[in-house]
C-alpha cells in the first residue's frame, strides 16, 4: 500500500494535487483542487478514473481547469463523479454545469454527487447528464463530522481554515494494514505457509479452527498473538489560509502525517502582506510542519510577485526552521 503523491501546475502558477491510493488490489485517485492547467498533465484515462475532486474554496486559481475535468467527466457512467467542497459547492457547479448547452446528452445515466460541507453538516446534491443537469436534488444531510470520506482503503477528514471565507484543508490517510508479525512466528517455531493468509481472511470468525502443520489451533488466538495493524501513510493539503494565534487543534490534526503539501503565496520578508491578504510565507509554512512533527513539508502555491526571484529562496528559507522541506519534482 502507498499514497502517490504529484503537485500539479508550474511554480508562480496555479497549483493542484493529485493524489493516488493504491492498495495492491485497487487504486483510488483523488484531486485536490483544479485550477489553470493543472490536470493537462495528467492523461484523459487518469481524468476520467478520478473517483473524487476536492475544492479548497472557489478563488479562480484554485478552480480555472474545472471546465477540463467536466468535459471528461460529463457523460462518466460507469462510477459516480464526487465533488467536495464548501458552503455553496452545490449551487457553483450547479451554475458551471449549466453555462454549456447539454441538448444531447439525455440518457446518459451519469451521476454527480456534490458534497457541501459546513460546520454544522454536510449535504449531498445530485446531478445528471440525462436532464442536462437541469436538475440539483438533495438527497442526503448529515450531522458534521471531521471525517468526511471512509471505505476500507481510506479516509478523508476535513479542518475549517480562515482565508477571509471558509477554506477546507484536507487529510488523506490510508487504511492501516494487517501484518505478520515475523520475529513471533519465528519465536514459535511456527513455518510460514497458506494458513498465515487465513488469519487475515475477514470470512473467518475468530472461534474458528484452523489447522498449522497438522495440529489444530484456535483463529483468535492466533490472530491476537501473530497480527498487528500498521499505519497507513497519510497525506495533507492545506493551502490559501492564514494561522491565526490558536492553532493547537490544526497541529494536533497534522500530527505524525507522512507529507504535508502547504501553501507559501510569501516570502517572510512580506510577512504583513501575506497577513493582510490570508496567506502564509514559506517560514510560516515550515514552523506549523515543525510544531506537528509531520515527516516532510513539500511547498507550492507562490505567488506571480516572484517569478524573477526564483523557487530556491522559498526551499531556503522554509529549510532553515525545518530541515525536511521540499518542492515538487521538477520544480527546481
Ligand atoms: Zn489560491
Ligand atoms: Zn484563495
Known amino acids: 500500500m502507498a499514497l502517490h503523491c504529484r503537485i500539479l501546475g508550474q511554480p508562480f502558477a496555479d497549483n493542484a494535487l493529485f493524489l493516488k491510493v493504491d492498495t495492491g488490489q485497487k487504486q483510488f485517485r483523488l484531486l485536490f483542487d483544479c485550477g489553470e492547467n493543472t490536470i ?57 454545469l449549466n453555462s454549456f448547452t447539454w441538448n444531447l446528452t439525455q440518457g446518459i445515466e451519469s451521476k454527480w454527487l456534490i458534497h457541501e460541507i459546513q460546520p454544522q453538516k454536510i449535504i449531498t446534491f445530485q446531478l445528471s447528464a440525462k436532464n442536462g443537469f437541469s436538475r440539483k436534488r438533495k438527497i442526503r444531510e448529515s450531522a458534521f463530522s471531521q471525517t468526511v470520506f471512509s471505505d476500507e482503503a481510506f479516509k478523508v477528514s476535513v479542518r475549517f481554515l480562515e482565508h477571509k471565507i471558509p477554506v477546507l484543508g484536507f487529510k488523506t490517510e490510508e487504511a492501516p494494514k494487517l501484518k505478520i508479525n515475523e520475529l513471533l512466528l519465528n519465536a514459535d517455531n511456527l513455518k510460514p505457509g497458506e494458513w498465515l493468509g487465513l488469519l487475515k481472511d475477514t470470512s473467518l470468525k475468530d472461534s474458528d479452527e484452523i489447522e498449522v502443520l497438522g495440529i489444530k489451533r484456535n483463529l483468535g488466538e492466533l490472530r491476537q498473538k501473530l497480527l498487528f495493524r500498521k499505519p497507513g501513510e497519510s497525506a495533507a493539503y492545506l493551502t490559501d489560509f492564514y494561522l491565526t494565534r490558536d492553532n493547537a487543534s490544526l497541529t494536533e490534526w497534522l500530527r505524525g502525517c507522512d507529507y504535508l503539501f502547504c501553501e507559501s503565496q510569501y516570502l517572510e520578508r512580506e510577512r504583513a502582506l501575506a497577513e493582510k491578504n490570508c496567506h502564509l510565507t514559506a517560514e510560516f509554512a515550515a514552523r506549523l510542519a515543525k510544531k506537528s512533527g509531520v515527516k516532510k513539508l513539500i511547498l507550492f502555491h507562490f505567488s506571480k510577485r516572484y517569478v524573477a526571484t526564483g523557487v530556491l529562496p522559498f526551499l531556503n528559507e522554509a529549510k532553515s526552521v525545518f530541515e525536511q522541506s521540499f518542492l515538487p519534482e521538477g520544480w527546481l
Not at 474545472?66 to 452545490?90: C, E, L, M, Q, S
Open 40 to 96: 493537462n498533465n495528467l492523461s484523459l484515462s487518469e481524468i476520467q478514473k478520478t473517483d473524487h475532486l476536492f475544492f479548497s474554496h472557489f478563488h479562480l486559481d484554485h478552480v480555472a481547469g474545472f471546465d477540463h475535468f467536466i468535459r471528461a467527466n460529463y457523460d462518466r457512467a460507469n462510477k459516480p463523479v464526487h465533488i467536495w467542497g464548501p458552503k455553496d459547492t452545490a449551487k457553483i457547479i450547479f451554475h458551471r
